[in-house]
Each structure stands twice: as structure tokens, then as C-alpha cells.
């Protein structure tokens, strides 16, 4: 269950990160409290389905490609609500998969790293080809006779 505010005058429900601490109905103090069971028929699974398959039709979150999973931005296992709309965003199962459960930020912190070195070792292995090349081609320039 989702960690939430509830007003001890009026029992409005708000969600964390709240601006002030103030109830905007009644003016009363929000408490730390937790969602009740009987509000869960407030989201029957029916508008899961429906937010899921509208999700589906966004590209990767992540990559831009065609989505094919889900993906839990907060991951569940570090607490992240499950079925709340908020929580999901289509990807491809690669990055789906390759951000596991890692918390967002330091997933792309550590993509990023990942990203940086696979340019870094790409631009080495075209400055080694232009060297190898630039030295085939000045011993066949010294090689030729000249045109005098």
C-alpha cells in the first residue's frame, strides 16, 4: 500500500511530495497514513488494462524504439506502487531488462557511463585505422619515383 496524507479533519487522501502540509478543503493538518482497502475499488484492474495498452503504444521511454513491456519507473522491489498509472512507461524489453530493478537516476548515470566509454573506445579504433592507413599510404607516396 501506497504511503499517503490524510487530513485528521475532513480524512482528505493527498500523495506525497506535497507542497504545503495544509489541507486545500478544510484548512486541517495532514497525518502520515496509509490508503484503506475499500479504496482500491476506486481503480477496478479493467483501467489497468486500458492505461497498459495505451502505454504500449509509446515508443521506448528510454531508446526511442517500438515498446513491448512495461516498465516500473520507481521498481516495485524498492517499493514503487505496482499499479499506479504514474509508475508505468512503455520500453523495450533490452532496456526493461537491462534496468532491472536499479533505481531511474542511477540507471541512466551508469547507461550514460556506458555510453561515454563505447564512444571513447570507438574514436581510439578510428584514430588507430587513420594512423595505420596515413602510414600504408606515406611509405607507398615515399615508394613511388618521382616526377621530375
Known amino acids: 500500500m501506497a504511503q499517503i496524507r490524510v487530513c485528521q479533519r475532513c480524512n482528505t487522501y493527498a500523495f ?6 495544509e489541507c486545500p478543503t478544510c ?22 488494462k486500458t492505461w ?6 509509446d515508443p521506448c ?15 516495485k522491489d524498492l517499493g ?16 526493461n531488462s ?7 537516476l542511477h540507471w541512466l548515470i551508469i547507461r550514460e557511463d556506458q555510453a561515454e ?8 579504433r578510428h584514430i588507430r585505422t587513420m594512423l595505420a592507413d596515413s602510414q600504408v599510404w606515406s611509405r607507398e607516396l615515399l615508394s613511388l619515383p618521382s616526377a621530375h
Open 16 to 21: 506525497p511530495p506535497l507542497e504545503s502540509n
Open 27 to 48: 484548512g486541517g493538518e495532514f497525518v502520515r497514513g496509509r490508503v484503506p482497502s475499500n479504496l482500491s475499488n476506486l481503480y477496478p484492474r479493467k483501467k489497468f
Open 52 to 57: 497498459e495498452s495505451i502505454i504500449l503504444r
Open 61 to 75: 521511454c528510454y531508446c526511442g524504439k517500438r515498446s513491448n513491456s512495461i516498465e516500473h519507473i520507481h521498481p
Open 80 to 95: 514503487g506502487e505496482r499499479h499506479a498509472w504514474y509508475n508505468k512507461a512503455g520500453a523495450c524489453r533490452e532496456c
Open 98 to 104: 537491462a534496468k532491472s530493478n536499479t533505481p531511474l
Open 117 to 124: 566509454a563505447r564512444r571513447k573506445n570507438r574514436t581510439v
